[in-house]
Nanobody
C-alpha cells in the first residue's frame, strides 16, 4: 500500500506559476509510475502528467510546454511545476501512483489550484 500526500496548491493570477509536491510512503520497489490528475467543477477527472521510475514523462496536450513533471526517487516525491497558468487550469489536482502508467492504485487527497485575477 502506497500513501500519497500533496501540497503546494493555492490561488494564482493568470500567467503565474505554482509547484505541486506529492510525497509517497510505502512499498515502491521496482517499476512504477507517479502521476497527476485534475478535476474541475462539473467535469470528469482527467490525466495531466506522468513520470515513470525510469524518468520517462507523458503530458496531456493541454499542458504540454507549460507544465513539467519530475521526481526525486531518493525522497519518493513527485513534483508538478506549472507555468503560464490559465483560468481553465483551475481544478483539484490529485497525485496518483501505480505499477502501470495511467492505471493508478493509490490516490492522494487532492489540492486545490485556482487561477483567477
Amino acid at each position: 500500500q502506497v500513501q500519497l500526500v500533496e501540497s503546494g496548491g493555492g490561488l494564482v493570477q493568470p500567467g503565474g506559476s505554482l509547484r505541486l509536491s506529492c510525497a509517497a510512503s510505502g512499498s515502491m520497489f521496482g517499476f512504477n509510475s507517479m502521476e497527476w490528475y485534475r478535476q474541475a467543477p462539473g467535469k470528469q477527472r482527467e490525466s495531466v502528467a506522468a513520470i515513470t521510475s525510469g524518468g520517462i514523462t507523458f503530458y496531456a496536450p493541454s499542458v504540454k510546454g507549460r507544465f513539467t513533471i519530475s521526481r526525486d526517487n531518493g525522497k519518493n516525491t513527485v513534483y508538478l511545476q506549472m507555468n503560464s497558468l490559465k483560468p481553465e487550469d483551475t481544478a483539484v489536482y490529485y497525485c496518483a501512483w501505480g505499477l502501470t502508467t495511467w492505471a493508478p492504485q493509490s490516490w492522494g487527497q487532492g489540492t486545490q489550484v485556482t487561477v483567477s485575477s
